[in-house]
């Protein structure tokens, strides 16, 4: 796989992706971390909040309980989209490589680059978005 990062590789993803796990959730609706998230669920998109406090709380969001940790979801999910500063992506490499399936892309949030994760990614198949927002794109592209 690549990094994507023109246009039509950006509307590919966001027009066949139907599952989005969201790591580093929160639960504060003025946060992007959350609207964004709330945004995709509004156009059709199933949102998995991922947050371990929220989950040991047995909260739900978007009519999804949060999960504490990737390998929490049992279902297929197509995006991993990244709400961590860039230095703590790492600290989720391992959770996205052990998903089965893999997830067809991690998305990290605007802001958010960690090119050692994004090779990583992509050496195992995954195809990687860097410092890009989803709400953003998808408002203006889709």
């Not at 599952?19 to 992007?32: E, L, S, T």
């Not at 680059?113 to 927002?133: F, T």
Request: aromatic share 6%; hydrophobic share 40%.
């Amino acid at each position: 796989m690549k990094e994507l990062t023109t246009i039509p590789e950006i509307v590919q993803v966001l027009e066949e992706s139907k599952v989005v796990a969201v790591v580093g959730f929160h639960r504060d609706p003025m946060k992007p971390a959350h609207y964004v998230p709330e945004y995709l669920s509004r156009q059709g998109y199933s949102v998995i909040p991922v947050n371990p406090t929220l989950a040991a709380r047995g909260e739900s969001f978007f009519g999804c309980k949060a999960v504490a940790t990737l390998a929490d979801i049992h279902e297929h999910v197509d995006v991993v989209e990244v709400f961590r500063r860039s230095d703590k992506v790492s600290e989720h490499l391992n959770d996205i490589l052990s998903m089965r399936p893999l997830p067809k892309t991690v998305w990290m949030q605007q802001g958010i680059e960690n090119r050692e994760v994004a090779d990583a990614l992509i050496k195992a198949g995954i195809q990687v978005v860097q410092n890009r927002c989803m709400l953003a794109d998808h408002r203006h592209y889709c």
